[in-house]
């Protein structure tokens, strides 16, 4: 096997990639529990347009229940630096989708084999899944790969899609709960009276909450999201989690969380509406921030938001230095961005936005500057039943020719293959292909090199 080079790219993927080697997609199947291996070359043949043929195989995220039916919420997911492992976050854990439609599950990471994945001998089978790691809560959704450790954001409580403020440090080898950093309760506008920081018993997990969220009480718990880890100047690593409980954006001083701290959240930025998707650039200096909906007010976003990781660190009044309308010239218009992602050169994201049917490309130095022009294409998506497209994971290729985009809504029953992935040709900014019969409402996605 050739040498590989690591980039992850912000919270969500690494991507791995060598040149002569072919490139695999995987993909969450999110409500229909396999993780999709997809080949990029296979997808680009024009014969396989519209058709699921460059699916290689489809891999279970957790062993199926005792009478046969299928297990696993697969969201997220990042691949190990050797390539050899991916880690798949369950989102509320080993659960059966057509039954568990309420939130609150309890949250677990996925390990698989990357070869035995991309094996078609085991297609539809649990071959290439090693083992489960706990995540400590409930609700796991964004996901960072550390040197020893997998940091994990549990967004949510006990059969609830509020009450969530918990970031887990997981060691990879063990599985082991080492450490976690309990988020503050509230915003200056909305106090929390019952709840201390960090819990402590008979406190926590949060009572007297709605099974069904948005309620009354919404706006308490920042209910964690995506993950980013950015770097500032003096090279300190901070991690940032996008927060759609309390419209904002959380610092987190890795260095403090590694030492123990359960407080080592430093500072608190508001957004304009729920973040959801979070990635930096690759030098970590700039955090991207996707506005996509509250869980506090039911309400989509339409902006990025450019956030400087020293000013951040530091406490400054304006640590958001770049807003960029995406997916809309009509400031009214609600887009729902979702997950997005830097190309590896730093100079421009992919922004899938949900609601608008469309995937936005902005350039990040016109972004910088102030620039209303900064979002410099718009890639509309659509699908051959007539279906929403609705966009959400993100990827890009090392050599920033592809851009990798999962979509599909949610289509009863479960157990059907109504996902999309599409190859975006970032050079022509067109649809160069597009693949079918990925996963159902998938939901994100991460590449390797065989």
């Known amino acids: 096997m050739a040498l590989v080079a690591a980039v992850c790219l912000g919270t969500l993927g690494c991507t791995r990639e060598a040149v002569g080697e072919g490139v695999y997609v995987l993909v969450t199947g999110r409500r229909l529990p396999y993780l999709y291996a997809v080949s990029l070359d296979d997808a680009l043949l024009p014969a396989n347009g519209h058709t699921a043929n460059a699916v290689v195989s489809r891999a279970r995220v957790a062993l199926e229940h005792l009478d046969g039916r299928l297990l696993g919420d697969p969201a997220n997911l990042v691949v190990s630096e050797d390539g050899r492992s991916v880690y798949v976050v369950n989102h509320h854990g080993a659960i059966d989708n057509a039954e568990f439609r309420q939130h609150g599950g309890r949250g677990m990471i996925a390990v698989l084999d990357v070869d035995a994945v991309l094996d078609p001998a085991n297609d539809r089978t649990a071959a290439a899944l090693r083992r489960h790691l706990d995540t400590g809560g409930f609700g796991a959704l964004g996901v960072l790969l550390l040197p020893d450790m997998l940091v994990v954001s549990n967004a949510e409580n006990h059969l609830t899609e509020d009450g969530g403020n918990r970031i887990a440090f997981l060691d990879r080898r063990t599985g082991s709960l080492r450490g976690v950093v309990e988020l503050a309760l509230g915003t200056p506008e909305f106090a929390c009276e019952d709840y201390p920081v ?215 029953p479960l157990s059907g293959e109504h996902g999309y992935v599409y190859v975006i040709d970032l050079r022509s900014r067109t649809v160069a292909a597009t693949v079918t019969g990925v996963g159902n409402s998938p939901y994100n996605l991460a590449l390797v090199v065989r």
């Open 198 to 412: 960090p819990h402590v018993s008979p406190y926590g997990p949060p009572r007297d909450l709605a099974v069904l969220a948005p309620g009354p009480g919404v706006g308490c718990f920042p209910n964690p999201n995506g993950l980013a880890l950015g770097r500032a100047s003096d090279g300190s690593g901070h991690v940032f989690s996008a927060n759609g409980g309390t419209n904002d954006v959380s610092v987190i001083s890795l260095g403090r969380a590694l030492e123990g701290d359960p407080r080592a959240e430093v500072a608190r930025i508001p957004m304009q509406v729920g973040p959801w998707g979070i990635t930096a650039t690759p030098d970590g200096r700039t955090v991207i921030v996707a506005n996509g909906g509250s869980q506090r007010e039911r309400r989509s976003g339409n902006t990025i938001s450019l956030v400087d990781v020293d000013r951040a660190v530091a406490g400054a009044e304006d640590p958001v230095v770049g807003s960029v309308l995406v997916g809309t010239d009509d400031p009214g218009e609600p887009t729902h961005p979702l997950i997005l992602t830097v190309t590896p050169d730093g100079r421009e994201v992919i922004v899938p936005n949900v609601r608008a049917n469309n995937v936005s490309i902005v350039d990040l130095e016109l972004a910088l500057s102030g620039d209303p022009d900064a979002e410099v294409a718009r890639i509309p998506l659509t699908r051959a039943d007539g279906r929403a497209a609705s966009p959400k994971g993100s990827a890009v290729t090392s050599d920033g020719r592809y851009a990798l985009i999962s979509g599909g809504p949610a289509v009863a």
